[in-house]
């Protein structure tokens, strides 16, 4: 299982940005795919999940500016992060989740003006 994150880089607050998580095969072969973060110095926390049905659960610093997505024919999970602050800096994580947990490599998210 591989799954490969994209997206990050420099933004200025208010400004957007969007992930990509692509998975080697089917995403339907997960209960559940997310997006988590780790800023410096602090644990690494669910920033919004996808379930295989379609629901979707976000954590409350973010509900309103984040959107989970995916792409079921690309196998990609996409998060459309908009209104960017400076506290959502820091490494973004893809997650897929059956019965084993799979991470891919991070994507560094800064927003600074």
């Known amino acids: 299982v591989q799954l490969q994150a994209s997206g990050g880089g420099l933004v200025q607050p208010g400004g957007s940005l969007r992930l990509s998580c692509a998975a080697s095969g089917s995403i339907f072969s997960y209960n559940i795919m997310g997006w988590y973060r780790q800023a410096p110095g602090k644990q690494r926390e669910p920033v919004a999940v996808?379930?295989?049905?379609?629901?979707?659960n976000y954590a409350d610093s973010v509900k309103g500016r984040f959107t989970i997505s995916r792409d079921t024919a690309e196998n990609t999970v996409y998060l459309q992060m908009n209104s960017l602050k400076p506290e959502d800096t820091a490494v973004y994580y893809c997650?897929?989740?059956?019965?084993?947990?799979?991470w891919g490599q991070g994507t560094q998210v800064t927003v600074s003006s």
């Open positions: 996808i379930a295989n049905t379609g629901t979707t």
């Open positions: 997650n897929a989740c059956s019965r084993t947990s799979y």
